[in-house]
């Protein structure tokens, strides 16, 4: 037998097999770690305030550098402003929640948003990325397609809520992102953006299904006309996410 000639009485076959196994073994569980980065320590609920990290360790603290400049270190201790305001049906843990207040803005089920960045989402040279289409240089609606500006929109409940007066765009993606409507009268007129992704732009009017048209008026506003920062865009969405299971009484029932 040759000299490094292994194979004649080593199972290489087997060898590989567990070096797979134990490679295999540490990648689930460093994997499980770094996905503790965010959102960990749980909280075992809204009332009792005990954190729990879990069956593997928190990870050690990691510093992130930003595109745009800053940085962020995460895990942290930051604990987010938001109180939910809602309460357990059942008197043990883990029961199901019902909203107590407005289940629409209060952050509660499928209207829940994450604490993102109060800044505008950016471009590579880090101006908006979303931006009104009058703002957008280089952007149009094709002749072919029918501009949104000018149509009504109507709510789930058939009724007018407004009409559309400006389409917000993503730069980056190149598509649209918000239609921006006005709603109300007189003083309580508004300029507020609903997302593309909840209407339906039919011939001649738009249809929104996840809200009633009265809902239009306390839709989450911008802090600065023509931009629009990331916590907004999640607020924005989470408004109407809350309106496609609290919008009426009917949509919690259960459908049988």
């Not at 400049?69 to 929640?97: C, F, H, M």
């Not at 590579?124 to 500006?149: C, H, N, T, Y």
């Not at 507020?192 to 011939?203: A, S, Y």
């Amino acid at each position: 037998m040759g000299t490094g000639a292994i194979t004649q009485y080593v199972d290489v076959a087997q060898i590989v097999l567990y070096v797979f196994w134990i490679f295999f073994f540490w990648l689930v569980v460093y994997l499980t770690v770094e996905s503790k980065r965010e959102g960990f320590p749980l909280e075992a609920s809204h009332t009792d305030k005990r954190l729990l990290p879990g069956i593997l360790p928190m990870p050690k603290p990691k510093t992130y550098l930003l595109p745009h400049g800053g940085s962020v270190t995460v895990p942290n201790d930051k604990v987010s402003p938001q109180v939910l305001k809602a309460q357990e049906v059942q008197p043990w843990g883990g029961a199901p929640i019902e909203p107590t207040g407005n289940p629409m803005l209060d952050g509660v089920g499928p209207g829940a948003y994450a604490d993102r960045a109060d800044v505008p989402d950016q471009m590579l040279d880090g101006s908006p990325k979303i931006v009104p289409l009058s703002a957008a240089k280089g952007f149009s609606i094709p002749r072919q397609d029918k501009s949104p500006i000018g149509m009504t929109v109507y709510g789930a409940d058939d009724e007018a809520a407004g009409p559309v007066t400006e389409v917000w765009v993503d730069q980056m993606e190149m598509m649209i992102r918000f239609l921006e409507i006005t709603t109300g009268a007189g003083d309580a007129k508004r300029q507020v953006l609903v997302p593309i992704n909840f209407t339906r732009i039919g011939r001649n009017d738009i249809t929104v299904r996840a809200i009633l048209a009265r809902h239009f008026a306390s839709i989450p506003g911008i802090r600065t006309p023509g931009q629009i920062t990331l916590l907004e865009e999640e607020k924005i969405m989470a408004y109407f996410g809350g309106g496609t299971l609290y919008a009426t009484p009917d949509r919690q029932e259960p459908l049988l």
